[in-house]
């Protein structure tokens, strides 16, 4: 079991930045393709960015690269989404996951957050 925790989240004016966190415990990250994933109000929970075990590949959906940076650090068994030129449309809740499948993974993931809520003002 891996148990995962978002931070991060908040409010900020368009054109800001954040940078969202995931700490895991009961097993080490390092065993975990990663990805984060959004959720907006009355929208589907679609994929935002996943990173191999070994951090060398990295995915972004097409509206945020360039924007967006998933990395994780395996000596703290954290993983990070620092997020730059925030947009309104960035707003919705933001979740971490794990899944112990292949990269990039072909099906659900396996273990998920509780998420955090991002709110970007014009």
């Known amino acids: 079991q891996v148990q995962l925790v978002e931070s991060g989240g908040g409010l900020v004016q368009a054109g800001g930045s954040l940078r969202l966190s995931c700490a895991a415990s009961?097993?080490?990250?390092?065993?975990?393709?990663m990805g984060w994933f959004r959720q907006a109000p009355g929208k589907e929970r679609d994929i935002v960015a996943c990173i191999s075990r070994s951090g060398g590949s990295t995915y972004y959906v097409d509206s945020v690269k360039g924007r967006f940076t998933i990395s994780r650090d395996s000596a703290k068994n954290m993983v990070y989404l620092q997020m730059n030129s925030l947009k309104p449309e960035d707003s919705a809740v933001y979740y971490c996951a794990a899944s112990a499948g292949t990269y990039p993974p072909r099906g659900p993931y396996d273990y998920w957050g509780q998420g955090t809520q991002v709110t970007v003002s014009s």
């Open positions: 009961g097993r080490t990250l390092s065993r975990y393709v």
